[in-house]
């Protein structure tokens, strides 16, 4: 049959850039472990209406529909989540008897959307979501510790430094009730296409869909184009002249966040007060971050705080979370040669085979190497010695094996084929070079 | 809104049972990449056809469709793949320029079939695959490495004995050939279900569908009815009288896993001559693997040699690989109370907060922890030390700390609040139990 050709929008990756992103993902999670948050998956599907809640229908939900439907039903109206944080808002209503709260958790999955894939937005896509829900309220706290915790975890991979934008989503709505904007979701989303449609197509939404008039708009561009620390904002809000008390509470939350993340991250979290996200779930602070260098990029991590994604009867249960976009960021970082592992293959040693009546030999050199951690595999076939070399050069395997029996000096000895260098060595005690035992995760220099 | 309910066939596990399972997993791919196998992922749709391919119907393929279809088109005809052997064989081919054959390879992931649930088996469900595929041709010597490596991967494991089943489709067709049937395919699906509806079951089934006579559906019952070790085969197959080339080949490759498997593995591994798995791509060896004292859940671990489940143009790709049910066996483990982590969060250590003003202080303490190593949170809200005592408790955290400002002695204090033991301790050099550090993977007694 003819070979068979991508999809577009759902990338895969090369094994080296599987190990890659494992590493990544590795990253990710220690940090996140590190910081307390417990580890949750949800099932690929959520029921239609949990997904179209919000009116989501935007995110291109993708329905499942069974090739041999019969009568038993039950799949009717099941389409893949969009993204983790409405399965998780749901997870937590289903099982809030058996969760202590605040409930920290990360989760680590893929998303499907059915959008017109180009750079950086795919139809299938992996996610690295934290986030705390408490029962009823949560203290603002968490949404200082979270970007934190993020910036830990990103600052741990060796990519380009990122930077953190945040706003609060009620000095918005503040500013636009002092103002006199009563459908300030509708300001606030055309706000948040500021970087992609510009100041005019900013204006046009604002004075058409959102009913603001020409001062308005202007009022509201005027706000959004504000950004910088803390005392900035301050004084650049001051100068507006608009004063609300949701827009006073907004505010000292946004420096709260800003003078938290300078004592502990100086430099890599800013206000811009463009940022105010597109999804109405988000109540108060919210979160983009870039990749400096790859700002055309979009956010590579993005979040917020929403008191009210989920209630259940008279409990309701706030929350506040960051999702970092794994695939966005690797494909970037991967399409750019910026990003490597040290090779495409966790195999250390590779035990040479010169004949088949010696492959139980090598396969014990194997066992003995494999005990003590170290891994191995044994040659596919018996070849030349200076074959199985470049098989092992082409895999990206740095170290050859020669079994005693068949070596020149009645030895084992190994070779590391990158240097040259070959030695006598003991399976029971060798060790490779701390950096060669495992794949690490690189920078590199496109070439 | 109501409290939202399970969904049938797509289980979810609480944090808890999310970290045992993560611990599972962690295991799994140690052994695979100590192994040289190399992580792959594919996306999680296929093209239809390349799901039907193999009149796969039966697995009830979850076919997608977008919400907002439009006339870009481009997932007409996608459907989630039901297993990961057919898109990793797919994969080969997409990528086989840029792929280092034999390609040893793991893959670790979601798998959706729209069957009807029951007890381990599920619409939703994770797999762990190792396979090896070459170009052209590939060793027997792999037939004999692959079940062993499954088998050292779940030997790490603190859950009950595995005992492998191993035949060979060559000896089973040889011994149609030999007995005069014609429709070998149809007859060892009916003998694959021998489990499952019985030797009257079969039988009809063979007289039926398989077109034998009642004399060979009696011979091929006989012949399933044979297990044990090597000796005993070879007994027993030469007992039956039938002669074939085939036969004899299927045999040696039997016997030869199963010598190789006793050396390695002993008592693991033996012969059924009843296992012949359903697949029609099996052309060789074929594997399954039963918990032992959990027999009726099926097999946990299954899969086999493909030689032609791949081709393009005049090269083929021949395989050999096993597919452990991580889903299977874990909801019968979980379920049982066998299986559990250590506790249910990463978190080792909580630190107390008196009253807020104290929570930058606790914060320091927080993050010295974090910078050697250890799991920490800082508690959510200042309270009593016995009610933040409690709320440790609830959550599964094993120690309490007391800021130095806080305790009764002047010093930093640490509780195991399992012991109730509280000693002086230092941020900077405090280091819990080694087997408190993490949670950990432990074989439970129901309860």
Redesign the interface.
Known sequence: ???????????????GQ??AE?LVLDTLRRTF?????????????E??D?LLRKGE?SK?????????ADA?G??AG???HFDLTVPFA??V????G???F?F??YQIQ?A?R?E?PQEGRF??FTQADIDVV?TGEL?F?YDV?LPLVVLAALAALPIPLVLMQVNNRKLVQGFCAAIGVADYPAALRAVDKLDRVGPTGVRAELTGVAGCTPDQAAALLGLAAVSGDAAEVRAAVAATGARDPLLDEGLAELVAVLEAAQAAAPGRVVADLSITRGLDYYTGTVYETRLVGHESLGSVCSGGRYDNLV??GTVTYPGVGLSIGVSRLLSRLFGRGLLAATR????CVLVAVPDEDS?PAAAAVAAAL?AR?????VS??AARFGRQIR?AD??GIPFVWFPAANADTGSDQVKDIRSGDQLDADPDSWQPPAGDL?PRLVATTPG
């Open positions: 049959m003819a070979r068979p050709t991508a999809l577009s929008g759902f990338p895969e990756w090369l094994p599987r190990i494992q472990e590190l910081h307390g948050f417990s580890p949750v998956e949800t099932r690929a599907v029921p239609l949990q229908t291109e939900v993708y329905v499942l529909r069974r090739l041999q038993e039950g799949d099941l389409g893949l749901r997870y209503q289903e099982f809030a058996r969760l202590v605040p920290r958790r893929r499907w059915g017109r139809r299938e408490g203290p706290a510790e209630s259940a495409p293959t966790p195999t492959r494999r951690g170290v891994p191995t595999e596919a076939a098989s082409r895999a495992h």
